[in-house]
């Protein structure tokens, strides 16, 4: 079976899962607070950022802190328990298939769910700043590139991280315990970005760019740079060492 | 009765492992704080329980509520999971007796928890600060309501697991108002009383109104499922 046509049925698995309803309200829920408290985005000129650049960062910064990183373990929930509640999973495993190709489109279908989420917040974003555009008489828009090339950024970055929940829920049959150790290695994420061993700690790469990002429109307030030499061997070894016990273990707990 | 026989649906869920771990895990975050940089806090005017639930509770209380809602939604997932839901109705008994079963030990599980946060808040004050019987008795004082405050977000996301069959649709919803929760500001008195927002409270002069308000969002809670299984019949 070719990967393409393994990665079109992993689709239409979870086309009934009413996950994207669900991806889209958190989406809704990050953006409703910043238009109701628009005319905070007015005070932050002591740093050096303008209210149409605090809108967007906030937002995303509050997106990619918590909501991205949780929604993305409930999608590695979704991806497993799929399969393992009715047995699916031993009826795949039983089709001449290669486990590690079904791991890894299961992988991809999780990258395309964070891309999902990530549109649909900077759709959300559109709307939410046209309507602050008309209750605040200022314009908040900025340039669809340059909000799509922040957007990217954070997909980018997360890709380690993401490697990681998928090896967490793979690896750890047991589901309290791959949900609990996803969404308890979210919350210090908070710590690490201060410290400077954040490069070894992928669940707050996402959360570290996007400060960055705000430290270079903030002109008055210094954080640190990304350090590319540094976290690209970390976090491309993250990536392909998750990524390979994953589809060392995938279905290993079925077979025995 | 219902309570020994949900303790045993659990045995092999590694709900209590998953609790006493996470509750270690956030009871850490204190010791940790103050071994790192307890210079930041030591030479505060406050009293000591204020200044370490200051600089830490956000995050402990992030941990509980996490734990609560991923311990909910475990919880109903093994009813769910195998069609046991099917056998437990075809039982003699209240539908709504498996849930209060379900809250008294979840609630139960969270006092534990807390109990080990509340532990090591006083180890922290015994060993970088100094401890009187005012200490213990304020401490005392913020479990209790703690305590409290974190059980409307337990009933809340019992209900919300007990209305879906699959799992991450029941866990995505918890996280949405999780999310929405951490959004909410405190000055805004209204807005946080939101269930999911309650349990990042600390004791202060409204302890009394958010005690009430808990209190009014059980029981809207407890009504909310009772509704519910007797509308899910109806329709079904």
């Keep these: 079976m070719s990967f393409s046509s393994l990665l079109s049925v992993e689709f239409k698995k979870i086309k009934r899962s009413k996950i994207l309803l669900i991806l889209l309200a958190a989406t809704i829920f990050l953006w409703l607070p910043a238009i109701f408290n628009a005319n905070i ?3 932050m000129q002591d740093i050096g950022i303008s209210p149409e650049n605090n809108f967007l ?3 995303f910064l509050g997106m990619s802190w918590f909501m991205f990183p949780a929604s993305m373990v409930v999608g590695t929930v979704l991806l497993t328990q799929t399969e393992r509640s009715n047995k699916g999973i031993l009826k795949m495993l039983s089709l001449p298939i290669s486990t590690k190709k079904l791991c890894i489109a299961k992988f991809t279908v999780l990258l395309s769910l964070a891309a ?5 917040a900077v759709g959300m974003y559109f709307v939410s700043a046209a309507i602050t555009t008309q209750t605040q008489g200022y314009n908040f828009m900025l340039s669809p590139m340059f909000v799509l090339k922040e957007a990217a ?11 990681v929940f998928w090896m967490l829920s793979v690896c750890i049959q047991t589901p309290i315990f791959a949900v609990g150790a996803g969404l308890a290695s979210i919350v210090p994420s908070v710590l690490m970005i201060n410290t400077k061993l ?7 790469y996402p959360f570290y760019v996007i400060t960055a990002e705000y430290g270079k429109l903030a002109t008055k307030m210094s954080t640190n740079d990304i350090n590319l030499s540094m976290l690209l061997p970390v976090a491309i070894a993250v990536t392909v060492i998750a990524l390979a016990i994953a589809c060392f273990r995938f279905g290993q707990a079925e077979r025995r | 009765m219902m309570l020994f026989v949900e303790s045993k649906k659990l045995k092999r869920t590694g709900f209590i492992a998953a609790f006493l771990g996470g509750g270690i895990l956030a009871s850490l975050i204190p010791i940790l704080n103050m071994a790192v940089r307890s210079e930041n806090f030591v030479g505060l005017s406050e009293r000591p329980l204020k200044i370490l639930l200051d600089a830490n509770w956000q995050m402990m209380a992030m941990l509980n509520v ?3 809602v991923i311990g909910a939604c475990m919880m109903y997932y093994t009813e769910y999971a195998d069609n046991a839901m099917q056998k437990m109705r075809t039982l003699s008994m209240k539908e709504s007796t498996m849930f209060f079963g379900k809250f008294i030990l979840l609630v139960g599980m969270s006092a534990v928890v807390l109990a080990l946060e509340a532990a090591t808040v006083s180890f922290c004050t015994v060993h970088w600060f100094s401890a009187d019987t005012d200490f213990f008795i304020e401490l005392l004082k913020n479990y209790g309501y703690t305590l ?10 019992l209900v919300i697991a007990s209305a879906c069959k699959n799992m991450w649709v029941s866990l995505g919803i918890c996280v949405v108002c999780i999310f929405t929760a951490t959004m909410i500001s405190n000055k805004n008195f209204i807005l946080s009383l939101f269930p999911f927002a309650l349990p990042f409270q600390t004791f202060s002069e409204d302890a009394v109104k958010y005690c009430i308000a808990a209190c009014i969002e059980m029981i809207v809670a407890g009504a909310t499922e009772l509704i519910y299984l007797k509308g899910r019949r109806a329709f079904e």
């Design chain 1, 57 to 59: 960062i906030q937002g």
């Design chain 1, 41 to 43: 985005n007015f005070t």
């Design chain 2, 66 to 68: 996490l734990l609560v």
């Design chain 2, 148 to 157: 409290l405050l974190i059980v409307p977000s337990a009933a809340f996301s």
């Design chain 1, 198 to 204: 954040w490069f070894a700690y992928p669940m707050c």
């Design chain 1, 153 to 163: 950024l954070i997909f980018a970055f997360s890709i380690p991280m993401l490697a």
């Design chain 1, 116 to 120: 999902t989420q990530i549109l649909m």
